[in-house]
């Protein structure tokens, strides 16, 4: 390899590795493609979300804040972007929100048929104990008392897991195939860091209070 090739090489390696970044159609910026919602042109002429990234068509890229959506179909920014005529359903924002809502349930319970999430207090306590847990999800619902506790020993060898609030104990449950649950572990590895990125995504888009989110400290 010449001289001139290794530094083409050198000089690509940066770009190569970087994430793909798209703009948002609202506000302009331009962000990792993980971080932000894509949407597409129906066969009908309907804007639809793609919240898994894999249906056919321009992508339409939004930061995946409520009021840019909002802002985005008020505007018809959507149109304008295709540069074509584009229908905006009246609850697109619901829509995303179910459709990513759903997304993050459905990769809990991947994680769970895996062996790669626990539920219920004793088995959670037992894997933040012996430090497993990279995520923490605690019902929304749950006792505020049992919460506390169970974060207080999460914390008591370290920072401890990232924590997420955003779901009920019946949607825990229910992903899981089980009953009604308060707190879910999830192992370190892949499956833990795509439910913290969707549920990122998932708690700008409810535009979610403090505390009910992602926690990682």
Known sequence: MTVTQTAAKRDRA???????????????????????????????????PDIGGRL??????????????????????????????????DDLVGQTERLLTRRCLDLLGLAKRTGEAVAGYEKVSFWLGAGKARLLLQAADAAEGGRKKIRGAARRNGPG?????????????QALGRGPSAHVAVAPGGLAARIMRETARLTALRQTPPGAGIDRE
């Open 14 to 48: 940066p770009r190569e590795s970087a994430q793909p970044e798209r703009r948002c159609i609202a506000s302009g910026a331009l962000r990792p493609k993980e971080e932000l919602l894509r949407f597409v042109a129906g066969p009908d002429g309907v804007v639809v």
């Open 56 to 89: 056919p068509g321009r992508g339409l890229w939004l930061s995946p804040e409520r009021d840019l959506v909002q802002m985005a179909c008020a505007k018809n920014l959507f149109a304008k972007a295709a540069r074509a005529p584009l229908r905006t359903p």
């Open 161 to 173: 897991p990232a924590v997420v609030g955003l779901f009920t104990m019946a949607e825990l449950g």
